[in-house]
């Protein structure tokens, strides 16, 4: 599915139908730098202070490990992921996190999430 199909519409402020909708158009907003987003998806009682997109990192790809509700007709939903990143210098790495996600008056939420350990 392309930009235009995935998350053009969520960033520019359609709702998203499931939490794994969110989760891609909030990995989108982190590499565009696309703060309103960000904030507005992100739940205002774990929100915290921005700016939140850092400029110094390019996010190279997301990978959707696992779902766990989070559908059209869910209030909670868990999306586990793997968003990979570099920074200038060829500095490389990743974030693997399993996060939690809430519909509010038809609206999906970033909550918060745990981070998950690396194997090596």
């Known amino acids: 599915m392309d ?6 519409p969520l960033l520019d402020g359609a ?13 989108t907003a982190f590499a565009r730098g696309e703060e309103d987003h960000l904030f507005r998806t992100w739940h205002p009682r774990t929100r915290p202070r921005g700016p939140y997109a850092d400029p110094d990192i390019t996010w190279t790809g997301l990978t959707i490990v696992s ?6 007709t869910d ?10 990143w570099i920074r200038e210098g060829g500095v490389s790495g990743s974030v693997h996190e ?23």
Do not use: I, K
């Open 98 to 120: 399993h996060s939690r996600f809430s519909r509010r008056a038809g609206r999906w939420f970033y909550l918060d999430g745990d981070l998950v350990e690396n194997d090596s």
């Open 15 to 27: 709702p998203a139908p499931t939490a794994e909708a969110l989760m891609r158009s909030r990995f």
């Open 3 to 8: 930009f235009a199909q995935c998350c053009e």
């Open 75 to 84: 209030d909670t939903g868990e999306v586990e992921f793997v968003a990979r």
């Open 67 to 72: 779902t766990q509700g989070g559908g059209p």
